[in-house]
T-cell receptor, first 113, second 117 residues
Framework: AQKITQTQPGMFVQEKEAVTLDCTYD???????LFWYKQPSSGEMIFLIY??????QNATEGRYSLNFQKARKSANLVISASQLGDSAMYFC??????????FGKGTMLLVSP | GAGVSQSPSNKVTEKGKDVELRCDPI?????LYWYRQSLGQGLEFLIY????????KSGLPSDRFSAERTGGSVSTLTIQRTQQEDSAVYLC???????????????FGAGTRLSVL
């Protein structure tokens, strides 16, 4: 069975600062994918970034980067230069047998001016 | 539209009634997923379709829940004899490929908020 743990229920950051959202995972699979999604108050889940278990480089997508530490089973999301529009719920997830996703409980990020 | 479309966006029903939730995936996406998001349980997988078949139904919580997909496109999730604990947001996602694909980026709709009174 796969498990995702997000230990930060809420995070606060000031605009233009960087913030790290924590995610640890557990799986017995050798090949797996790790994902981050953003869910604003409108409810839609927005895909942010993907990291494959065999990828040697950490994934980056614009202001988002994924700090992948395989030995520690962690896949933290780093958002650089936070913006007010980054305020949302953030979910870490991993792919399973039929590529279904197992999600963590989420972290609510609030960006203040 | 280009994204995953779900209807209705909100549904209020009385306990014991049946409801149907619809999902229109991104054109060309062969895989389709239903998830449920509730306050107490977080995001839970319900069912996965590859084409019109459902190789993984392991997340359906009871036999009151069923889903079908026709023409490899639109999917309908049906909840019979709704109960108050069925109140949640039901999210649909689609992806280009499914089974066996580790890099399986799923694109979500805005969800249907179901309230059972």
């Amino acid at each position: 069975a796969q498990k995702i743990t997000q230990t930060q229920p809420g995070m606060f950051v000031q605009e233009k600062e960087a913030v790290t959202l924590d995610c640890t995972y557990d799986t017995s699979d050798q090949s797996y994918g790790l994902f981050w999604y953003k869910q604003p108050s409108s409810g839609e889940m927005i895909f942010l970034i993907y990291q494959g278990s065999y990828d040697e480089q950490n994934a980056t997508e614009g202001r988002y980067s994924l700090n992948f530490q395989k030995a520690r089973k962690s896949a933290n999301l780093v958002i650089s230069a936070s913006q007010l529009g980054d305020s949302a719920m953030y979910f870490c997830a991993m792919s399973g047998g039929y590529s279904t996703l197992t999600f963590g409980k989420g972290t609510m990020l609030l960006v203040s001016p | 539209g280009a994204g995953v479309s779900q209807s209705p966006s909100n549904k209020v029903t009385e306990k014991g009634k049946d409801v149907e939730l619809r999902c229109d995936p991104i054109s060309g996406h062969t895989a389709l997923y239903w998830y449920r998001q509730s306050l107490g349980q977080g995001l839970e997988f319900l069912i996965y379709f590859q084409g019109n078949s459902a190789p993984d139904k392991s997340g359906l919580p009871s036999d009151r829940f069923s889903a079908e997909r026709t023409g490899g496109s639109v999917s309908t999730l049906t909840i019979q004899r709704t109960q108050q604990e069925d109140s949640a947001v039901y999210l649909c996602a689609s992806s280009l490929n499914g089974q066996g694909a580790v890099k399986n980026i799923q694109y979500f709709g805005a969800g249907t908020r179901l309230s059972v009174l």
